[in-house]
């Protein structure tokens, strides 16, 4: 691929000038937190964590995301942490957007750039650091990992997108293609996270509708997303939540790819007994 960009959040504040009205949406099958929200004033700050800021775009809770979490995290220059996650049956991804990331895992440390990708399975030892001159923004998704009795957890995986080759999706002539980080028929990973892109006028060609849940963050470009009844623009820095069953599909617009890194939850039985 040729020149990946990775947005990240506008941050600041807008003018009081600014008009007010604008995309952010939520209903009880999808939401759309689009760029121009995520601003200074709606960051977390995270226990054991020193110069990071948070944008929290999705916690389990009841009539939203029920099986994980997605923070954006900026590391100021020196920021990091020694304790990032405080739950030991959690698994995670990180996927960097901007900068350069240390990450120590299991006593193995790697230096992350743009477009780097990290699984940690659940109880591993993990710190992050920013040991660069300026700021350094990731993804951290997060999941509770559901063990399945003679299947052992998943390895860690340390990788950069740059180094994988999308696989185009059968029948688009190479319109639509999928990054992955993991092997699809890897019983042992309970979730993924992709990216999908698609070229100038790629399109979904049919409603998806299926039991994964989504958590949708747009990289780079611009389209029309079907979500549930209604079609609605995105573009580079915009998130996404998709309820399991919401019925989806695109369009892609502008003159460059669509692009977006796609969680969703894989490979076990849905549960009969709700929490």
Same mark, same amino acid.
């Given at each position: 691929m040729? +020149?990946?960009?990775?947005?990240?959040?506008?941050?600041?504040?807008?003018?009081?000038?600014?008009?007010?009205?604008?995309?952010?949406?939520?209903?009880?099958?999808?939401?759309?937190?689009?760029?121009?929200?995520?601003?200074?004033?709606?960051?977390?700050?995270?226990?054991?964590?020193?110069?990071?800021? @948070?944008?929290?775009?999705?916690?389990?809770?009841? #009539?939203?995301?029920?099986?994980?979490?997605?923070?954006?995290?900026?590391?100021?220059?020196?920021? #990091?942490?020694?304790?990032?996650?405080?739950?030991?049956?959690?698994?995670?991804?990180?996927?960097?957007?901007?900068? @350069?990331l240390?990450?120590?895992? +299991?006593?193995?440390?790697?230096?992350?750039?743009?477009?780097?990708?990290?699984?940690?399975?659940?109880?591993?030892?993990?710190?992050?650091?920013?040991?660069?001159?300026?700021d350094?923004?990731?993804?951290?998704?997060?999941?509770?990992?559901?063990?399945?009795?003679?299947?052992?957890?998943?390895?860690?995986?340390v990788?950069?997108?740059?180094?994988?080759?999308?696989?185009?999706?059968?029948?688009?002539? #190479?319109?639509?293609?999928t990054?992955?980080?993991?092997?699809p028929?890897?019983?042992?990973?309970d979730?993924?996270?992709?990216?999908?892109?698609?070229?100038?006028? #790629?399109?979904?060609?049919?409603?998806?509708?299926?039991?994964?849940?989504?958590?949708?963050?747009?990289?780079?470009?611009?389209?029309?997303?079907?979500?549930?009844?209604?079609?609605?623009?995105?573009?580079?820095g915009?998130?996404?939540?998709?309820?399991?069953f919401?019925?989806?599909?695109?369009?892609?617009?502008?003159?460059?790819?669509?692009?977006?890194?796609?969680?969703?939850?894989?490979?076990?039985?849905?549960?009969?007994?709700?929490?």
């Amino acid at each position: 691929m040729t +020149n990946p960009t990775y947005a990240t959040p506008a941050a600041g504040l807008p003018a009081q000038e600014s008009l007010m009205t604008g995309r952010a949406v939520f209903t009880e099958s999808y939401a759309v937190i689009p760029h121009g929200v995520m601003r200074d004033i709606v960051t977390s700050n995270l226990p054991h964590w020193q110069g990071a800021r @948070a944008w929290i775009l999705a916690r389990p809770m009841t #009539g939203f995301a029920e099986t994980f979490a997605q923070y954006i995290v900026e590391l100021s220059p020196g920021g #990091g942490s020694d304790r990032p996650e405080p739950d030991q049956g959690a698994e995670a991804v990180l996927f960097v957007t901007s900068g @350069a990331l240390s990450l120590t895992l +299991n006593g193995t440390q790697h230096a992350l750039k743009a477009g780097g990708y990290a699984y940690i399975p659940p109880g591993a030892g993990w710190a992050v650091a920013n040991n660069s001159d300026s700021d350094t923004t990731f993804h951290w998704i997060r999941k509770a990992y559901e063990a399945v009795e003679g299947i052992p957890a998943p390895d860690a995986l340390v990788t950069n997108e740059a180094d994988i080759i999308p696989t185009p999706m059968p029948d688009t002539g #190479g319109a639509w293609a999928t990054t992955r980080f993991v092997d699809p028929d890897d019983m042992r990973h309970d979730m993924h996270v992709n990216i999908v892109t698609f070229q100038p006028g #790629g399109v979904i060609p049919f409603e998806e509708t299926h039991v994964m849940e989504h958590g949708l963050y747009v990289l780079q470009g611009k389209a029309v997303y079907k979500l549930n009844r209604d079609w609605v623009e995105v573009e580079a820095g915009d998130f996404m939540w998709l309820r399991a069953f919401c019925p989806q599909a695109c369009y892609a617009g502008g003159q460059g790819p669509f692009r977006y890194l796609l969680y969703k939850d894989v490979n076990r039985h849905p549960a009969l007994r709700l929490p």
